[in-house]
């Protein structure tokens, strides 16, 4: 059979309560109880409805405290038991789970458990036990895969401390993040989740950031493959085999792969001879890592032109994402970022004076104005104020350099309109 999984809508009640009420006594039994999960449900906590032919035929819902996150029922009509559908039911509710920052699933079931005889001549009345079931989402047999990757679980708040730079991440939430966060919602207007990105620019501009950013956003493991640290191994391609062979076996993954034109650099470059079999390596492993629901594969590069042509065509990546230096209101909501603590910062002049800066130099010149304000207070000369002052600030930004030139970004425009695909 098939069926359409979507969240749950206050129209679904009526029919949810009906399936949990139902199917109580028929082997889907929960320590909650059904006034429990109506709550649940008009709270608008976490919950999935599979739908077939129009009509209702699972639903599975939960509730959510904190980072953690319990599985309140998983009903379905009783024809359709062992077929798969608690299956994606439970699946798609993690999936919800996940995205909402979720970090531990537990799931707990009443359980019979056979009391001794000697229990009962002694008075004691047999009661149902409590089966405790927990998951994370880098659980089980590929928890130990991931370490020897590298990987791990970010903290559930990068996303919102990226500062600025809004037109990217409202970008990258529509492209990227949503499609993948909402499978079925995007099936449904045929939108295809991306199962791999390239992020381009000057450096310095935050691509790193944006690749930790959506991993925590999605709630996905985050493995990074440093091209430096698979050359140490000898065989570069047999290293890029090993590590992709390890990730196929984690559930869902965000692999990240910075200064990719190490390992793709054009074919026949006579600037970096004896990469052809490497850049051939990555552009068979592509597909095969395609294949997986739960993956992406995001690509950083500073120099989008040097890589190879086939790397970047569509079959292999969704979307070749621009991400430049911070424009003025992207300086701002940085800089005010820096000087939250002392309110009588000129941020506009810090503005006005950080063009071209990118936000890795704009934290070093914040970091450089702490410090004179540090060295200031421990010479008594800080007369009871706190924090860096505006002078410290731009007296930072005239000994900075920035990172990128003016060159760099003609050269970065250019390659918007030659390579950008959004």
């Known amino acids: 059979m098939n069926w359409l999984i979507h969240d749950y809508r206050e129209d679904d009640l009526a029919s949810v309560v009906h399936l949990i009420d139902s199917t109580a006594e028929l082997g889907q039994e929960s320590v909650f109880s059904l006034a429990e999960c109506i709550g649940a449900l008009t709270s608008r906590q976490p919950a999935v409805v599979a739908i077939s032919g129009g009509v209702p035929i699972g639903a599975a819902l939960a509730t959510v405290s904190g980072t953690r996150a319990w599985v309140m029922r998983i009903a379905i009509v009783p024809g359709l038991r062992g077929q798969g559908l608690a299956s994606a039911l439970l699946k798609e509710l993690e999936r919800r789970l996940v995205g909402a920052g979720v970090r531990t699933i537990a799931y707990v079931l009443p359980e019979e458990e056979l009391l001794g005889e000697g229990l009962h001549n002694a008075g004691y009345d047999r009661r149902p036990a409590v089966a405790y079931f927990e998951k994370s989402p880098a659980r089980g047999t590929t928890r130990g895969r991931l370490e020897e990757l590298g990987g791990r679980l970010l903290d559930n708040d990068l996303w919102a401390a990226v500062a600025g730079m809004e037109q990217e991440k409202h970008l990258i939430e529509a492209r990227v993040v949503r499609p993948l966060a909402e499978p079925e919602r995007a099936?449904?207007?045929?939108?295809?989740?991306?199962?791999?990105?390239?992020?381009?620019?000057?450096?310095?501009?935050?691509?790193?950031?944006?690749?930790?950013?959506?991993?925590?956003?999605?709630?996905?493991?985050?493995?990074?493959?440093?091209?430096?640290?698979?050359?140490?191994?000898?065989?570069?391609?047999?290293?890029?085999?090993?590590?992709?062979?390890?990730?196929?076996?984690?559930?869902?993954?965000?692999?990240?792969?910075?200064?990719?034109?190490?390992?793709?650099?054009?074919?026949?470059?006579?600037e970096r001879p004896g990469m052809h079999g490497v850049t051939n390596e990555l552009l068979k492993l592509i597909p095969g890592f395609r294949e997986g629901e739960e993956r992406l594969l995001v690509c950083a590069?500073?120099?989008?032109?040097?890589?190879?042509?086939?790397?970047?065509?569509?079959?292999?990546?969704?979307?070749?994402?621009?991400?430049?230096?911070?424009?003025?209101?992207?300086?701002?909501?940085?800089?005010?970022?820096?000087?939250?603590?002392?309110?009588?910062?000129?941020?506009?002049?810090?503005?006005e004076a950080s063009e071209l800066f990118t936000p890795a130099d704009m934290e070093h010149v914040a970091r450089t104005a702490a410090q004179a304000a540090f060295e200031r207070d421990r010479s008594g000369g800080e007369n009871g104020s706190v924090?860096?002052?505006?002078?410290?600030?731009?007296?930072?930004?005239?000994?900075?350099?920035?990172?990128?030139?003016?060159?760099?970004?003609?050269?970065?425009?250019?390659?918007?309109?030659?390579?950008?695909?959004?």
Do not use: C
């Not at 900075?400 to 003609?410: D, N, R, S």
């Open 187 to 270: 099936a449904r207007h045929g939108v295809l989740p991306p199962r791999a990105i390239t992020l381009f620019g000057p450096p310095g501009t935050g691509k790193t950031t944006f690749a930790r950013a959506i991993a925590s956003r999605l709630g996905w493991p985050f493995v990074e493959l440093l091209p430096s640290r698979l050359a140490d191994e000898g065989n570069l391609a047999a290293a890029l085999r090993a590590a992709f062979a390890g990730i196929a076996e984690l559930e869902r993954v965000l692999v990240f792969i910075d200064e990719v034109e190490e390992i793709a650099a054009e074919r026949g470059s006579a």
């Open 301 to 351: 590069t500073n120099s989008i032109r040097s890589l190879d042509p086939a790397f970047l065509r569509p079959g292999r990546f969704d979307y070749l994402l621009p991400i430049g230096t911070p424009d003025a209101v992207a300086r701002e909501a940085i800089w005010s970022r820096f000087t939250v603590t002392r309110t009588d910062v000129d941020v506009r002049r810090l503005v």
């Open 387 to 422: 924090g860096a002052t505006t002078e410290d600030y731009l007296a930072a930004l005239a000994l900075a350099k920035p990172t990128v030139t003016q060159g760099m970004l003609e050269d970065f425009r250019a390659d918007i309109t030659r390579h950008a695909r959004i």
